[in-house]
């Protein structure tokens, strides 16, 4: 019985393979905005990995199949307008931001209204939220980076630029659960 070998070597000259089979350089911006979207993926189940309710794991264990299609999406450099994907993967759709739009209105409606920048801290799970937010506005910049050289799915830009937002009021609503206070950040002026 044969096992699968993880180790191929054919990277060893700093290239990788895209879904067309065509080489590119591991630097290459494609690869960027799908590793960062593979580490955006990892932050999240940092943050489930904490005692959070049920509902919420949930729900970012959804958001991470959702970023594992993507991911592929950005990796597939042969169909960026149907993203077919092959006819093996079901690509992300405006119904998935939907979704996200509609948990980040309902937590918002549990939340007090805000009005400055929140500095990021006060409680390990939301330092962890606000660093995979971050990582997600990366993974977005690398994608709008993308769209500037090559097709990409304006799905996906949407997405991951809903995603941000959700993050965002999901670091609030584990201040909430958490009992921790917000510092708002409050410009100072010059005199």
């Known amino acids: ?11 060893d000259d700093g290239t990788t393979s895209l879904f067309s089979g065509k080489r590119v350089s591991k ?3 494609r690869i ?3 590793g960062t979207v593979d580490e955006l993926n990892a932050w999240i189940g940092l943050i489930r990995n904490d005692e959070i309710a049920a509902e919420t794991n949930s729900f970012l264990i959804k958001i991470q199949y959702e970023l594992m299609t993507i991911a ?9 307008i149907t993203q077919n994907l092959s006819g093996k993967i079901i690509p992300i759709t405006f119904e998935n931001i939907t979704e ?3 948990e980040i209105d309902k937590i918002n409606s549990e939340l007090p209204e ?5 500095i990021p801290g006060g409680h390990v799970l939301i330092s962890y939220t ?3 937010r971050c990582t ?3 993974a977005e910049r690398f994608i709008t980076e993308l769209k500037d050289r090559e097709e990409v799915s304006s799905v996906v830009i949407a997405y991951i630029n809903r995603l941000s937002d959700y993050l965002f009021i999901l670091s609030r609503k584990f201040s909430k659960d958490f009992d921790v206070e917000e510092i708002k950040w409050i410009a100072k002026k010059n005199k």
């Open 1 to 11: 019985m044969s096992k699968y070998k993880l180790y191929t070597k054919t990277g």
């Open 27 to 29: 630097h290459h911006v």
């Open 32 to 34: 960027k905005a799908y």
């Open 72 to 80: 592929s999406q950005l990796a597939d450099d042969t169909s960026a």
């Open 100 to 102: 996200i739009e509609s």
């Open 114 to 118: 805000l009005k400055n920048f929140i």
């Open 130 to 132: 606000h660093l995979a």
């Open 136 to 138: 997600c506005r990366r």
